[in-house]
């Protein structure tokens, strides 16, 4: 029950301190709305093959891919925001406190849960006068899968900046894990037009596997397997992810 209460009131303070500054948010969209306006439009004719006769199916199948990217990538490169507190103190003077060290953890997490479901609406809103359109029960499953996305990649990205301490380091550790993660998931294009070999390699990726999921959302495929499978094994990755950086919080802040 404290941990909940700690977690809620760290939550509340990044909630203020985001409300502050929401220019952030909407320079966080800006890149994945040049990709919707300029990269979306070359995809019909690559995806015919795949059954896109149209630019709405172009986006059914782009836009889930591009969520699944910006959970990713967003999420991974939140631990600058903790190695600047680090800097400036503010996780200093949070040792003298008795607040839970793992809410130190899961309330960041939370806010970056908020700041990615915002712009993931953004992203589908300026989409759907271009065709795309998804149930509200499809999106509301899609917005779990990417909630559990961002707990991973921002509880990793969390860990590994108290593993390095330095910004030139973690930008280059980020930089090694995220564009293979990326590639590897079929973000951009489905990895149904890659060589057989790059897709072995892909099932061994669970954001392939989110992608995938995504995708079968979008399209109005609730009971596809691959959605549960996605959900139920991004879960555990989330669970695990949070494990060890809540670990590591309880250690670096004493």
């Known amino acids: 029950m404290k941990t909940l209460r700690d977690t809620w009131l760290v939550f509340q303070r990044h909630m203020l301190l985001l409300t502050r500054s929401p220019l952030s948010i909407l320079l966080g969209v800006a890149q994945p709305v040049v990709?919707?306006?300029?990269?979306?439009?070359?995809?019909?004719?690559?995806?015919?093959s795949m059954g896109a006769d149209s630019m709405t199916d172009a986006y059914r199948i782009y836009v889930p891919g591009m969520l699944v990217a910006l959970a990713l990538g967003g999420g991974l490169y939140v631990g600058f925001g903790l190695l600047a507190e680090l800097a400036s103190g503010v996780i200093e003077r949070a040792r003298v406190t008795p607040v839970s060290r793992?809410?130190?953890?899961?309330?960041?997490a939370l806010r970056d849960v908020v700041v990615l479901v915002v712009q993931a609406a953004i992203i589908i809103v300026l989409a759907m006068p271009l065709g795309l359109f998804v149930h509200v029960q499809d999106l509301l499953l899609a917005y779990a899968l990417l909630a559990l996305i961002t707990l991973s990649s921002s509880a990793v990205s969390y860990g590994i900046a108290l593993k390095v301490s330095d910004p030139n380091a973690l930008g280059q550790v980020v930089n090694n894990i995220?564009?293979?993660?990326m590639l590897l998931?079929?973000?951009?294009?489905?990895?149904?037009?890659a060589p057989l070999w790059l897709r072995r390699v892909s099932d061994w990726n669970p954001f392939s596997r989110a992608v995938v999921g995504m995708r079968a959302l979008f399209a109005g495929h609730t009971g596809d397997a691959s959605v549960w499978q996605s959900i139920s094994l991004l879960a555990a990755v989330a669970v695990l992810a949070l494990a060890w950086s809540a670990r590591l919080f309880a250690r670096s802040v004493r």
């Open 102 to 108: 793992a809410a130190l953890l899961l309330g960041r």
């Open 185 to 193: 998931s079929g973000t951009l294009l489905p990895l149904a037009l």
């Open 178 to 181: 995220a564009q293979p993660l």
């Open 35 to 48: 990709y919707l306006a300029l990269f979306a439009p070359l995809l019909k004719p690559a995806l015919s």
